[in-house]
């Protein structure tokens, strides 16, 4: 079967830097999301990886090992406006996303 | 309109009754979806569309049922609402539905109970 793996929940301090990990077992990989999503809205995109190592973007990044069916996202700087979930997701062989749970992710001062 | 836009925001709805979810784009993306949301789950696919005329069952298809008669529209019927389907619906648009780079991006939601 397909399964994404995400933690449920992570605390952070503002400021701080916090690594969010995902790993996958999907039929077949056409690249790995992620989204971040705040408690009563919509999805967002924020980053994509289908080659293996490190995508930065300002103060997220993104890594993946496709031989170890695993990625994080990298938060740094945190901001009290970092509060939300962040989904995994992985395009699988027929080019649909197969989504983790979802980790939400709390900010305290 | 910029975007996705989905009506209505919430429902609340008695088991039995028929309810279309509606669902708009103005990005001119050939591909639609329609996920569910349900608390502890990830997104779960319940149909989509690749281009206009043509539609697919998604892994949660069972008790809806879709449309795309042009690109911007994309209904999602629930033809006989039973309390299972209480969840929060979002629709999303992609611009191919078959490349690997093909970002999703996701409508408001839809928040739907069934009592």
Known sequence: GQNIDQPTEMTATEGAIV????????????GLFWYQQHAGEAPTFLSYNVLDGLEEKGRFSS????????????????????????LCAVMDSNYQLIWGAGTKLIIKP | IAGITQAPTSQILAAGRRMTLRCTQDMRHNA????????????????????????????VPDGYSVSRANTDDFPLTLASAVPSQTSVYFCASSETGTGGTDTQYFGPGTRLTVL
């Open chain 1, 63 to 86: 890594f993946l090992s496709r031989s170890k069916g695993y990625s994080y996202l990298l938060l740094k700087e945190l901001q009290m406006k970092d509060s939300a979930s962040y």
């Open chain 1, 19 to 30: 690594q969010i990990n995902c790993t996958y077992q999907t039929s077949g990989f056409n």
């Open chain 2, 32 to 59: 639609m979806y329609w996920y569910r949301q349900d608390l502890g789950l990830g997104l779960r696919l319940i149909h989509y569309s690749n281009t206009a005329g043509t539609t697919g069952k998604g892994e």
